[in-house]
């Protein structure tokens, strides 16, 4: 496929006995937005957990299968290493709490040792904050703690954190659904913006927003993925019976 | 009509419920209010008593042989400052890493032997702890001494140091830790420099609190640091400590030396009550929100 | 109301509500040209016009299918809501309208070709039917231009400007009768005329419907099925 970014065959996921994920086929392109929808225990969060090999922290974790990142397999790679190439966004903003929102941007590097000068940091958090729209709320206030925002500013400071790690691709964890529908719609916009720049994953509950703001979509259904296409093929005329029930709202 | 009689069958109804609110009330107030009575009484008595004997001398002095007049118990203070000291630097690190390695191993065996094990030792009484203290530490090193009195104050303050620092860490978000992971921070990292530093306040409560604790104990000091006439510095030689002398003061026939003891008293209180008020503090100024 | 105001940025949707009303009025330029050229072909016998105007329907219908799919993609996409759904529906009835149009400029041109002989010009002059040619053209130019401006007041005139149509429309038969009574080796081209005529009169319901369409989407009114006097009162 053109410019795959990832490249997913014959992929299995497990929690001891139990296989969640089956046989996952999937090639992900370049700056596209893939939304990755399914009802409750679909296997799509472990999906994805699994890009950045968050899955294999919980015990009895276990995954077997190829996953190629830009060509490298991915549990070939220093997992550490992998985690800076993959942004990953939570459904509950996490900004931490004893940092500035200054140190919060640049909290990868600075966990990490990578010894920054004042100069080069300036302008990450300046860089990152404005990709994350948030530059002009906080510009100001850039040495208070990140916990004094809103939900949709804490968030937009954790794309920011992601962000500033110049990865080449990001994980959003149902990003949206702990925050009001004003801070989600500037999210949206936010991830439409992004785009250009990076390959974004985004699992999603919210059908409508899988709809308005995805080039292409992914149905996962009890750990099986069902349907990949272009999200206005799945929304108009999915291919498959089970895709049609799940978003027309007649299960999950 | 009908209506008419209900309306008042209802406004009686609320009035009987409003006084019944307003009684119960009363009965919580009031209770209240007669277990806390006892705690002032305690405290306003002893002020009351000590506050005479405080003065300069008594701060700066030594105590003074039987019969002789004056006399102060400056020796004490330092000790106990010195003795509570090294147990801090005993029994806060050793505390706070088992608080963390029970905080985050929920299901290993060790984390279950070793909760176990802190409980137990938490029900020690403090006067076994410190026999035990004398046999393993005061005969092999050849006499009292006050290091011997900070292990024993340390073993009392390992459980309650490792079980705040515990719930402290418990309580912080998981998201906390998956944020910092996913950022491609290693997990040792993580745990020091994220969970820990948020945790900190939590964590320093439950060490002050501790210390409050162990201030007082006189029992494990009996046979460990055992006391001194003296002023001494050198933490290998016996003593004395603020409840020692309290405890011989008190049993002694003398009633100079009675006054000496509710002095000492006095003070115990206060640093008490200053490290409550200094957690409060800390509680306060630390607030981590989420 | 209309679809956006001067200070508010620009959602997704809001992007593709414009696109599909570029879509629309270039779809409207398409027919209207249509219209003008069968004119030009009917006025002129041009036969050689007229065959363009057959052929360019296709892509008048071609442009009808892409913008039915652009319509149904917004609504699963988007879900749209008030005027934005209203918009939306009202492009899908105006998007028939116009394929209609395109349909009646198609069927006059087919005529110029069919016709054996020429028209003769006093027909034209004593039915007046390149008047009513002309009412037509400028109606549906009015209504794109009422869909363009979101002006309803512009899109209202439009029913006044039916009565010249209908009024044509009715006395044409009576006329043509009696020119062929008197013309009777031109009774084939008499009978085109009529027909012209009466789709002509529908070029005029066409553009009522989408004037009605544009009001409702606007302002939520509908003015299907009123009488006529009240749809310009409204």
Redesign the interface.
Same mark, same amino acid.
């Given at each position: 496929m053109e410019s795959a970014v990832l490249k997913v065959r014959n992929f299995n996921a497990f929690f001891g006995e139990n296989h969640i994920l089956k046989n996952i086929n999937l090639d992900i392109d370049k700056n596209s937005v893939w939304a990755i929808m399914g009802p409750s225990g679909c296997g799509k969060t472990t999906f994805i957990r699994c890009i950045n090999r968050m899955h294999e922290l919980t015990p009895n974790a276990t995954a077997e299968g190829s996953m190629k990142l830009n060509g490298e397999e991915v549990y070939e790679m220093n997992p550490v290493l992998l985690r800076r190439k993959v942004g990953m966004v939570f459904q509950r903003p996490n900004p931490f709490p004893t940092m500035s929102i200054y140190d919060n941007v640049i909290a990868g590097y600075i966990l990490n040792g990578i010894k920054l000068n004042k100069q080069q940091k300036d302008e990450i958090v300046e860089t990152s904050l404005k990709r994350a729209a948030l530059w002009m709320e906080v510009r100001s206030t850039l040495h208070k703690k990140g916990t004094f925002l809103s939900g949709g500013q804490q968030q937009r400071l954790c794309i920011a954190r992601a962000l500033s790690m110049n990865p080449e691709m990001l994980l959003l964890d149902e990003a949206t659904s702990a925050l009001d529908p004003v801070s989600t719609a500037k999210i949206e916009e936010l991830i439409h913006e992004l785009k250009a720049q990076y390959t974004i994953l985004m699992v999603t509950h919210n059908m409508q927003q899988a709809a308005r703001v995805s080039d292409k979509t992914a149905f996962f259904y009890l750990g099986e993925l069902i349907e990949a296409n272009n999200t206005k093929t799945i929304f108009t005329n999915p291919k498959h019976e089970k895709t049609q029930d799940y978003i027309r709202g007649h299960f999950g | 009509m009908n209506r008419h009689d209900s309306k008042s069958e209802i406004e009686k109804q609320i009035a009987r419920r409003n006084r019944k609110n307003k009684r119960f009330k009363g009965v919580i107030i009031g209770a209240t209010i007669v277990s806390t009575l006892p705690l002032l009484f305690i405290l306003f008595y002893i002020f009351r008593q000590g506050i005479s004997a405080i003065n300069w001398q008594f701060l700066t002095h030594l105590p003074k042989p039987v019969g002789e007049a004056g006399g102060g118990v400056s020796n004490a203070l330092v000790g106990s400052i010195l003795i509570l000291l090294v147990s801090c630097i005993i029994a806060i690190p050793v505390g706070i890493v088992i608080g963390i390695y029970l905080s985050e191993e929920t !299901?290993s065996k060790l984390a279950y032997y070793c909760r176990l094990a802190v409980d137990v030792l938490q029900g020690i009484p403090s006067i076994v702890i410190g026999i035990i203290i004398y046999e393993w530490i005061v005969r092999p090193m050849g006499g009292f001494s006050a290091f011997s009195g900070s292990v024993a104050l340390a073993l009392m303050m390992l459980p309650s140091i490792i079980k705040s620092t515990e719930e402290t860490l418990k309580l912080l %978000?998981e998201?906390?830790k998956?944020?910092?992971?996913?950022?491609?921070? %290693?997990y040792y !990292? +993580?745990i020091l !420099?994220?969970i820990v %530093? +948020?945790g900190?306040g939590g964590i320093l409560t439950g060490v002050i609190l501790s210390i409050s604790r162990v201030i007082g104990e006189t029992a494990p000091l009996l046979f460990t640091a055992f006391g001194s006439p003296f002023m001494t510095t050198d933490i290998f030689k016996p003593m004395s400590s603020l409840p020692l002398i309290i405890f011989n003061y008190a049993t002694s026939p003398y009633e100079d030396w009675h006054q000496l003891a509710w002095g000492a008293s006095m003070l115990l209180i206060l640093m008490i009550l200053i490290l409550n008020i200094i957690s409060k503090i800390i509680q306060r100024k630390w607030k981590?929100?989420? | 109301m209309a679809l956006l105001k001067w200070n508010q940025k620009l959602t997704p949707l809001d992007n593709e509500i414009q696109q599909l009303k570029r879509q629309v009025i270039s779809m409207w330029e398409m027919v209207l040209s249509q219209l003008q050229k069968a004119e030009e072909a009917l006025k002129n016998m041009d036969r050689d016009l007229a065959r363009e105007v057959v052929l360019t329907e296709k892509r008048v219908n071609a442009f009808e299918l892409k913008i039915d799919r652009d319509c149904e993609d917004i609504i699963a996409l988007f879900a749209p809501v008030a005027i934005d759904l209203r918009f939306v529906l009202a492009v899908l009835k105006i998007n028939m309208n116009l394929e209609r149009t395109g349909d009646i400029a198609e069927g006059i041109g087919k005529f110029v070709m069919d016709i054996p002989q020429d028209f003769d010009a006093r027909l034209f002059e004593i039915t007046r039917v390149l008047e009513m040619y002309q009412q037509g053209n400028e109606m549906i130019i009015d209504v794109m231009n009422a869909f363009e401006e979101e002006d309803t007041s512009l899109a209202r005139k439009v029913f006044k400007k039916d009565d010249l149509l209908d009024e044509i429309n009715k006395n044409a038969a009576t006329i043509v009768a009696d020119f062929i009574k008197d013309n009777p080796s031109k009774i084939e081209s008499a009978l085109y005329i009529l027909s012209t005529i009466r789709k002509l009169e529908r070029v005029g319901d066409q553009a009522k419907n989408m004037a009605e369409e544009i009001i409702f989407y606007s302002e939520a009114k509908v003015l299907k099925h009123k009488p006529k006097n009240k749809k310009s009162e409204e």
């Open positions: - | !299901k %978000p998201s906390l998956e944020a910092s992971l996913a950022l491609g921070v %290693p !990292k +993580t !420099k994220v %530093p +948020t900190l981590v929100q989420f | -």
